[in-house]
């Protein structure tokens, strides 16, 4: 299945499994700067946050052909949508699952944590077995990134979430921050999976498949070969730094970052305002309905007329809700990463290490740019998309109820027409 | 224009409509909801009267006590319309402020106590979100104000005996002097008083069980048009939010859109549609407030109500009081004639103390109660007369009212969902319109 994978870029160097391509001089080549090809834009498989799409996509590839998922019969769960922008010349090639579920509390004497499940499923050789189980928490997470970067210094690492509380919050240990902090580490990982060279860390596989002890003396040992590679190539890259000039193409992707940062910040800040007006709108709108049926108790030949709008009411207030989660599910997590990856792509490192992608004439380097990119604006278009269709889909039985309303109160009047005639 | 004033003996008499110069004794006001309460005088001509307040305009005058301030006129035409070929003719037009509408108000409240008389539309806007003005002055309250002013008007008019009062005639036709005609009435002096009603609520003993349910009733209405009014206005104060958030998505779309070479086009026109969806909820919500105030006006209607049912309290209780001291009167001939003494009275006291009175005394006494108890007798009976007709034709407008009320109220709901279709139908559009643009990035 490797090999599969690998045939639509340059014939592999014969390297060890571990990196077997060009585009990572830090994973697996010896020499930093060489391809030998021309890397071809990896068309990734769409990241996929609900666990049951993830389950999906491994048991049923032809669920992700489908193009016209419209259908009343199609689970039309707002993500499965997802499904069917893909890049068509791509044949679904995922053989690395992965979720990140069922956080639970651990009190020791020294403090209190969270642990997440992990299960990942695979079909690699170099795994061995198919399927694991293991408990993670945040703090092996940050190990995790910690390593990742070192060992691939030009590559951009996906952002975890936030380490501390958001301002607002009263305990570190409340549902909707450790749900919130679940999707988002779930979606970390899967990036990394999805990821032409980061999915073959050592650490990464490390990570998903040691038993805790394992682990721990793992995190012990110093350095290994692959970092101390990054360390070189960092100090190359920092050396060469001086001496660069300014080529346009920096230039553009200095301000292009710097723009980007503004308006996700923004489209972030935005998002979150939405929602909050929405709950709000929610929570007044639940009391609206009963106060008709309150009224309907003094209102002898109003009775019907008012149940029936109060309970038109309350279905709205139901919809309503279910577009509320809806944004919480797709856009919100969306539009967040991206913010946290603007952030880490301002830093100094960060914009150093995308000088470095300019100026190597190293395309692959390049060429991970291109991939964030790439999957940057399929992930916010995706994300609006799926909020557009939320809003629809609220309108839509909003529309409904009223309209069954109006329908009713039309016969009722034509049944009591015709029964005064004499 | 000349009346006599009316006998004040008499229960209240509205002032006639002496006919005018036109045979019709009436106006048969045919407009609005109401048609088929309007009493048509057929005159020689068939003619229907049009009620319009079609206008309002800001005025700068002095009051009172000379001091200079700023009201509101609204313009009042009325048209008659040929029945024949439907053409109507501007027969008068005049301009009548607030406190104006306030004056006929109070005199038809004094004048016909067994109708519940149409209420008038807030005179300082309530149920405020946070959008709308509590100004008074502010345009979209003075345009909603005359709306009601209008409604309040069509509503005398097709009523069948508010309309064919002569003071609503001349309100509608004398402009100058009209304050003096009604104030000449003495209606003024003719109201019950506060204090008297209050009194007689608290101790009337057998009110008519329908009115005292009627009260609980209005009560109650008053009491849940005003909480469906306050959530409907918080709900509009969250809706109006999260409509014009997603305005904000439209700026910065567009200047995304600049930078993003892949996404610009796609971005760009999404952003419109968002812009487009934000402002749309200014209509949506102009609409609401159109239904908000036919709720009001029966939130207002619950006051009226409430008065038909005090002026019964006092009558009844006005009844038990003379059928108390008839009572009491009787007692006291008998006391006199018999020569036994039960009740206490101060004659008797003053007897005792300082002697008998004398036979002459006593007979004359006992004829001043007979008389006393005679007078008494007819004014019960007459009173009791009052009371009955007042009940008879106080029910028969508020059943009049009730059937008015469920056809309004239930025309009021639909609307309202109405309403609600339109704004779903332009969301489904906008949101396929973005859908569109976005997955075209």
């Known amino acids: 299945m490797e090999g599969e994978r690998r045939a639509s870029q340059a014939p592999s160097s014969g390297l060890p499994a571990g990196g077997a391509n060009g585009e990572s001089p830090g994973g697996g080549a010896p020499f930093p700067g060489s391809s030998g090809s021309s890397a071809l834009l990896q068309a990734e498989v769409l990241d ?11 048991s049923k590839d032809a669920s992700l052909m489908d193009m016209n998922s419209f259908s009343p019969m199609m689970p039309t769960s707002p993500l499965s949508m997802i499904n069917q922008i893909k890049f068509e010349d791509e044949p679904d090639l995922k053989d690395l699952f992965i979720t990140v579920d069922e956080p639970e509390s651990h009190v020791t004497t020294i403090e209190t944590f969270i642990t997440y499940r992990i299960i990942t499923k695979t079909s690699r050789g170099e795994f061995d077995s198919s399927e694991f189980e293991v408990r993670r928490r945040y ?17 951009i690492i996906p952002p975890l979430p936030e380490k501390f509380i958001v301002k607002g919050m009263v305990e570190r240990f409340n549902d909707d921050f450790i749900e919130t902090r679940r999707k988002a580490l779930h979606k970390f990982l899967n990036r990394i999976a999805d990821h032409p060279t980061l999915t073959f860390n050592e650490d990464f596989k490390i990570f998903l498949t040691a038993q805790a002890w394992e682990l721990s003396s793992h995190k012990k040992q110093g350095p290994g070969l692959l970092s101390r590679m990054g360390q070189t190539v960092r100090a190359v890259a920092s050396s060469m730094r001086g001496v660069k000039n300014r080529p346009e193409e920096f230039m553009e992707m200095n301000n292009f970052i710097e723009l980007f940062s503004q308006k996700i910040n923004l489209i972030d800040k935005i998002s979150q305002r939405i929602y909050k007006e929405e709950r709000e709108y ?34 709205c207030c139901k919809a309503t809700e279910k577009r509320m989660s809806g944004l919480s599910e797709a856009l919100l997590p969306v539009v967040h990463e991206y913010v946290l990856y603007s952030e880490m792509l301002m830093l100094p490192e960060e914009i150093g290490k995308l000088e470095d992608k300019v100026e190597c004439a190293n395309n692959a380097l390049k060429a991970d740019w291109e991939r964030w990119k790439q999957n940057m604006q399929n992930d916010i278009k995706l994300a609006f998309t799926d909020m557009a269709e939320e809003n629809i889909h609220y309108y839509e039985q909003c529309l409904a109820t009223w309209e069954s309303f109006l329908t009713s109160q039309t016969n009722l009047h034509l049944e009591e027409a015709s029964e005064d005639k004499p | 224009m000349e009346q006599a004033p009316p006998d004040p003996e ?43 307040v079609s206008e309002a305009e800001k005025r700068t005058g002095r009051n009172a006590m000379n001091m200079q301030e700023t009201y509101t006129a609204y313009l009042i035409e009325t048209r008659s319309v040929e029945h024949t070929d439907g053409q109507s003719v501007l027969t008068d037009s005049l301009w009548r402020r607030y406190s104006e509408f306030e004056l006929l108000r109070s005199y038809l409240l004094v004048y016909y106590p067994h109708i519940v008389v149409p209420p008038l539309p807030e005179k300082r806007a309530e149920f405020v979100w946070h959008k709308l003005s509590a100004d008074n002055m502010d345009p979209d309250f003075v345009e909603r104000r005359r709306i009601g002013l209008e409604n309040f008007l069509l509503r005398i008019a097709s009523h069948p005996i508010l309309c064919r009062d002569k003071i609503f005639y001349l309100f509608l036709t004398q402009e100058g002097n009209w304050k003096e005609t009604v104030n000449e009435t003495g209606f003024q002096l003719k109201a019950d008083s506060r204090l008297k009603a209050l009194n007689a609520t608290f101790r009337v003993k057998n009110p008519d ?26 709900v509009a104060d969250r809706l109006y939010g999260v409509y014009k958030v997603h305005g904000n998505y439209g700026r910065v779309f567009s200047e995304w859109s600049a930078i993003e070479k892949e996404m610009g086009d796609g971005l760009q026109s999404a952003g419109h549609h968002m812009d487009v969806y934000a402002s749309s909820i200014d209509d949506i919500l102009e609409d609401e407030e159109h239904y908000a105030d036919q709720l009001k006006e029966y939130l207002f209607y619950a006051e009226a109500l409430r008065a038909v049912c005090r002026k019964h309290e006092l009558m009844q209780y006005d009844l ?25 009275s101060l004659k008797g006291m003053t007897t005792k103390l300082f002697g008998q009175e004398t036979p002459e005394q006593r007979e004359a006494r006992i004829k001043v109660l007979e ?13 009791n007369l009052e009371g009955r007709e007042f009940v008879k034709n106080a029910w028969a407008d508020i059943e009049r009212f009730k059937e008015q009320k469920n056809r309004d109220l239930k025309e009021a709901l639909i609307s309202y969902a109405v309403m609600q279709i339109s704004m779903c139908k332009k969301g489904i559009q906008v949101w396929t319109n973005a859908k569109e643009c976005f997955s075209k990035m």
């Open chain 1, 48 to 58: 996929l946050d609900e666990d049951e799409d993830d389950l999906e996509v491994f």
């Open chain 1, 139 to 155: 703090q092996d997470f940050l190990w995790l990134k910690g390593k990742l970067e070192e060992a691939h210094p030009t590559l």
């Open chain 1, 282 to 315: 929610f929570d007044e709108m639940k009391e609206y309905g009963p106060i008709h049926i309150l009224w309907s108790a003094s209102e002898e030949d109003l009775v019907d007329t008012l149940k029936d709008v109060a309970s038109c009411i309350d279905r």
């Open chain 2, 10 to 52: 008499r229960q209240l008499q509205p002032a006639p409509l002496e006919p005018l110069g036109s045979p019709d004794a009436g106006l048969g006001a045919a407009v609005g909801k109401e048609a088929e309460g309007a009493g048509e005088e057929s005159s020689g001509v068939d003619t229907k009267i049009e009620i319009s």
């Open chain 2, 209 to 234: 069980k329908r009115f005292t349910d009627l009260k609980h009733y209005s009560d109650e209405l008053q009491s849940v048009i005003s909480h469906l009014l306050r959530v409907r206005a918080r």
């Open chain 2, 320 to 344: 038990e009081m003379a059928a108390q001291d008839l009572a009491s009167k009787k007692q006291q001939c008998e006391e006199l004639v018999t020569g036994t003494v039960r009740t206490f």
């Open chain 2, 371 to 383: 008389e006393q108890i005679n007078e008494g007798e007819q004014q019960l009976k007459s009173k």
